[in-house]
């Protein structure tokens, strides 16, 4: 069959920071080409909508798929497959990714017959059965799949991460692809799954807390074929078992791989691992996230991060000494009042780390979905970015940005403030004398994506496709009633394994 796949446009607030290559999406290619399929790839964050116009007329694909790891993505892919099914009638149109999966049954119901099926869990396993069912019919056998029929068996999870690796040749523009100052980068996957449990996260429940390693040969025969000269890692959390992260580490060595790094790990994780990270500093580790989530023990025990905040501070002690700079992560309550704005901002001030402000945001698949007492203010998917408050603010919602614009912002400035100034001055120059205008851009767009009157208006624009409403429960959901995979039997609690329940 000719199949085409599309990733929506970037998100509107992230946009400016980074935008990368859509992983996901490209291993769902190589699956599908590897059973016979001629594929092609239109990412929108990265190409115009025009172009995939163009394609559907030139190409005329048989099957076009939609990514949708982000809620905030769904009204854009509604809208594409509604345009394709009045164009191409016959074309068959799926969904598949992160969020979706969570939703599947509810955003089914609202394309109103543009979209065929959805795919819960992952995809690789379940496109060639779904392409030969789209043919010869059965759809409703699939396993993870959702059709007009109804659903098909569980999802399957990927036996192993080595095989199939990500169809990058398909992608076109990768120069396009950025994280910051690091213009143009590419993406890899040395694990998939993450073995916590955080309340406002969906990483844990889509694999059933499963969690699978790469080779280390097969990481580091990918990231042989890897052009870009920086490298996104994009594992929940990286270097949870340290044999294996200096296992990649001895195979870049061996081939004389040397990139620049950008990770997500977590502080326990960091202070255990120490001569992993110290090892791949040597490697070129220049960034990493580090999900701090909140400064008090009572934030991190509100998300069940089981760090403390002794932990965290001693992480950042750790990554400066190391040389690698951490951007941090913490969680805006909608609760806060300007005192608390106040006490962040001067925190974020008093260290040297990049500070990084999401809103706590009750997301379908998380526990806080069901969890939270709090009503939400709007179901429009395009807020649920975590840029935005869904549910009730304490302060009046425009002084609610206002703060965070303007903590964002003293935040913004301290970056790229006169003392970063000058290295960014010279990264800038750099990366321009090679074309790269990427990270130039970001520096420009900041205050015009940023501003309050922006994100309240973002609140008032025409609803179309809203989210399905929460089920409230008054205790803690059963685990299994989260999950899209459930693990298999071999993957449960191997003495190999990280201890989640026991950090
Ligand atoms: C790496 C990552 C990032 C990276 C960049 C990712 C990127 N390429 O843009 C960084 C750290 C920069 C990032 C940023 C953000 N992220 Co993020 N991210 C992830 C993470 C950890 C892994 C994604 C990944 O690449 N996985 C590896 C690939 C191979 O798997 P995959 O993409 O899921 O694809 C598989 C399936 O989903 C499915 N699939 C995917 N597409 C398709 C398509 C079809 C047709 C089919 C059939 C199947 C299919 O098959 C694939 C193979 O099995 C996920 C959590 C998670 N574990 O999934 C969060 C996650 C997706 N991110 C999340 C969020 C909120 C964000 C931000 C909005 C946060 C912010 N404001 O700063 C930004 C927005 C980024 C953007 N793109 O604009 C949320 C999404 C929440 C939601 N419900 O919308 C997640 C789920 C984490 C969470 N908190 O729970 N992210
Ligand atoms: S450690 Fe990170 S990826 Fe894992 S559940 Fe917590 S927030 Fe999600």
């Not at 296992?247 to 120490?274: C, M």
């Amino acid at each position: 069959m000719r199949v085409m796949l599309v990733h929506p446009s970037a998100l509107m607030y992230s946009e400016i920071f980074l935008r990368l290559e859509p992983l996901g999406l490209e291993r769902v290619a190589a699956a599908a080409r590897a059973a016979g399929h001629e594929v092609r790839v239109v990412d929108l964050q990265v190409l115009p909508h025009s172009l995939l116009e163009r394609e559907m007329r030139s190409f005329a694909p048989e099957a076009l798929g939609i990514s949708l790891n982000y809620l905030a993505n769904i009204p854009e892919a509604i809208d594409i497959a509604r345009e394709v099914k009045s164009a191409s009638p016959g074309c068959f149109v799926f969904f598949g990714g992160h969020s979706v999966s969570f939703i599947a049954e509810h955003v089914l119901e609202q394309a109103e017959g543009a979209v065929d099926a959805i795919v819960r869990g992952e995809g690789e396993p379940a496109v060639a059965p779904l392409l030969e069912a789209a043919r010869y019919g059965g759809l409703n056998t699939v396993p993870g799949v959702v059709c007009a029929d109804g659903r098909g068996p569980a999802p399957r999870l990927l036996d192993g991460l080595d095989d199939l690796p990500p169809a990058r040749d398909l992608m076109r523009r990768r120069n396009r692809y950025f994280i910051g100052e690091l213009d143009p980068c590419a993406s890899i996957e040395f694990t998939r799954g993450c073995p916590w449990d955080c309340s406002f996260c969906s990483a844990w429940t889509f694999y059933g807390r499963s969690y699978r390693k790469a080779s280390p040969e097969a990481a580091a025969e990918e990231m042989a074929t890897i052009r870009e000269p920086n490298v996104f890692i994009v594992d929940d959390v990286a270097f949870i078992r340290p044999e294996h992260g200096h296992g990649i580490a001895a195979e870049l060595e061996r081939r004389r791989i040397r990139k620049q790094y950008y990770l997500e790990t977590r502080s326990d994780v960091l202070l255990r691992n120490e001569e992993v990270f110290e090892r791949w500093t040597r490697l070129g580790l220049r960034y990493m996230f580090l999900g701090m989530e909140a400064i008090d023990a009572e934030g991190l025990d509100l998300y069940r991060k089981r760090v403390s905040p002794d932990e965290n501070f001693r992480a950042l002690e750790a990554a400066r000494r190391m040389g690698i700079m951490v951007a941090i992560n913490l969680i805006v309550d909608p609760a806060w009042d300007e005192e608390q704005f106040r006490l962040v901002r001067e925190f974020a001030l008093s260290v040297p780390e990049i500070v990084h402000l999401t809103v706590m945001t009750p997301y379908p698949g998380t526990e806080i979905w069901h969890t939270e007492a709090r009503q939400l203010t709007t179901r429009d998917y395009r807020l649920f970015d975590i840029q935005h408050a869904v549910v009730p603010t304490k302060l009046p919602l425009d002084v609610f940005y206002r703060e965070l614009v303007r903590t964002q912002g003293v935040l913004n400035r301290k970056h790229l403030g006169l003392s970063n100034a000058f290295g960014a001055m010279g990264v800038l120059g750099r990366n321009l004398l090679r074309g790269q205008t990427n990270f130039a851009r970001m520096l420009w767009k900041f205050s015009r994506v940023y501003n309050p009157e922006r994100q309240m208006a973002d609140h008032r624009r025409p609803v179309r496709y809203e989210l399905p409403l929460p089920t409230r429960r008054d205790t803690t959901p059963q685990r299994q009633d989260l999950y899209i995979h459930t693990k298999p039997q071999s993957t449960r609690r191997r003495a190999a394994d990280p201890e989640p329940d026991g950090v």
